[in-house]
């Protein structure tokens, strides 16, 4: 069973900054509507690899059958960090930690700016947790001309022969990559990462 988890969109209602790029999380001063916004480094595509290939859908909830949403805010501070995760909108107790600990572990982003100078700013960031089987219109999408040819032959040469994996196994892994990386070419993947992160039954 493939198992994606994709971002929905990229939410950002009000907006927190600060005046003083040195100051903390806890020296909040107002709010203010900042110049530009913090942005993940790479963007919205990045974002969305990052999830995909690091997220963990928990087994209960996988047996559960669980899909759905979880809304969550965290901080990006003026040197680009993530701090202060909190879960806006509930979904599941595993899935909402499996959010958590994303978040947590996420590198840098590019802070946003107000005057020219970086400031922390309040991020809201709602993430689609979706049952390969149950996606509905989040279909596997066409594999591109590279992953319908040598791609796909050279992957499941990989698969099998270097991971030791199932053919069935193989088959699941190979959905995923073209869920995931299907503007990519295998030698610019890790897959010994991917097959680490990232469940596919």
């Not at 690899?49 to 949403?69: E, F, H, P």
């Not at 193989?170 to 990386?181: A, E, I, K, L, R």
Request: proline letters at 4%; aromatic letters at 12%.
């Amino acid at each position: 069973m493939l198992v994606t988890i994709i971002i929905l969109t990229l939410g950002w209602t009000q907006l927190i900054g600060q005046s003083d790029s040195t100051s903390t999380s806890e020296d909040w001063v107002g709010l203010i509507i900042v110049e530009s916004l913090p942005e993940y480094v790479g963007g919205y595509e990045a974002l969305a690899k990052y999830l995909n290939s690091t997220a963990i859908y928990t087994d209960d909830a996988r047996k559960a059958g669980v899909s759905g949403k979880v809304y969550i805010s965290f901080l990006v501070e003026a040197d680009g960090s993530i701090t202060d995760p909190k879960i806006l909108q509930s979904l599941n107790s595993d899935l909402d930690s499996v959010s958590i600990s994303l978040i947590k572990n996420m590198p840098k982003w590019i802070p946003a700016r107000q005057k020219g100078e970086p400031v922390a700013c309040q991020f809201n960031l709602p993430i689609v947790f979706s049952l390969g089987e149950n996606q509905g219109n989040l279909n596997v999408p066409e594999p591109s001309k590279y992953w319908s040819k040598k791609g796909k032959k050279k992957f499941y040469k990989l698969c099998t022969t270097e991971f030791d994996k199932s053919k069935e196994e193989c088959n699941c892994w190979y959905d995923f990559v073209v869920w995931n990386y299907n503007d990519k070419s295998l030698h610019e993947l890790n897959f010994e990462i991917i097959f680490e992160k990232q469940k596919c039954k």
